[in-house]
């Protein structure tokens, strides 16, 4: 187990169930608290952030994680305890090309949790592993990397009907495909009504990237942003593509989207912010 000072709480307003951390985890957290369960499923992101809004160097181009956040062993810590929560865990295919030989399981970000992450999982009645969800357009998507083929993580590819034809010109992909529409684009809820057909509802995780996240903006779908504040400061001169938290959609001045600050918790220079958009 890892040698994590704890994370300092300086706000909290959380309410709910207190979620039955095991004690590696809660020495680290501290207390955590989640809205009950409800007929629909419960939607939280989670992000890491430069000072001045950068959530990726050069996006779409593959590079190890870290370069927003820094070697901060406790950013790891909680996306390794968001993970080790949720039921689904959704990304964009951009977020998978990003990270090609990435699957979306707790110990993949934060091994030395494992144990604590597994317990947690059964305390919570959730599977082993969270299905890991892929949302395509084009259906342009490596089928022999890790995620499809090594068979750690249940997955699911959201896509279009044109996609699916794309996904299916080599013959049988080796996970399951689904076209839920024959629109050019998902919908959130599209998206959320399949994972809850195909799995149920329970807590579903995005961790974008910027085009899905402002998917699930646009739509009002998201209840809850865990987004780290890394204090670096990485600069913009438009020579590469820096986005920030949301790409392709526009909210202010029209309709701007105003979060409520739920839990502000701290590691040396890093803030760990949590905000509610539907709570
Ligand atoms: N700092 C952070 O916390 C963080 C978190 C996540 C990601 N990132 C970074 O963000 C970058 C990826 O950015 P991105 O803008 O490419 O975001 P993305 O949302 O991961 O990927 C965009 C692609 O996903 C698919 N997609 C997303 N929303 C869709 C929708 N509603 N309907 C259909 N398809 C949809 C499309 O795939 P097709 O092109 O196949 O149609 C689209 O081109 C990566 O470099 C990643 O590392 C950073």
Known sequence: MPDLDPLETLFDA?????????????????????????ARPHVIGNFVTSLDGVVELDAGVPRGGGAIAGPQPHDRMVMGLLRAMADAIVVGAGTLRATPRHLWR??????????AHAELRKRLHKA????????????LLDLDAPLFRGGEVPVLVLTTLSGEQTLRRHGEPPVQVVA????????????????????????????????????????GKLDELFLTLSPQVAGR??????????????????????????SVKRAGSHLFLRYGFRL
Not at 17 to 38: F, K, M, N, Q, T
Request: proline share 10%.
């Open 14 to 38: 959380s309410n709910g169930d207190e979620v039955p951390l095991p004690a590696a985890l809660a020495e680290v957290y501290g207390s955590l608290r989640i809205p009950r369960p409800r």
């Open 106 to 115: 707790a110990d993949r970000v934060s091994p030395g949790f494992s144990e």
């Open 128 to 139: 082993p592993e969270p299905l890991n969800v892929i949302v395509t357009s084009s259906g």
């Open 180 to 219: 839920v529409t024959e629109a050019k684009r998902l919908s959130a809820d599209t998206v959320l009504g399949a994972i809850e057909q195909i799995q149920g509802g329970g807590l579903v995780l995005t961790e974008g990237g910027p085009q899905l996240i402002g998917e699930f903006f646009a739509r």
């Open 237 to 262: 001169d438009g020579s590469t593509d820096r986005p920030g938290l949301v790409a392709g959609y526009l909210f202010a001045p029209e309709a701007p989207i105003w979060g409520r600050l739920v």
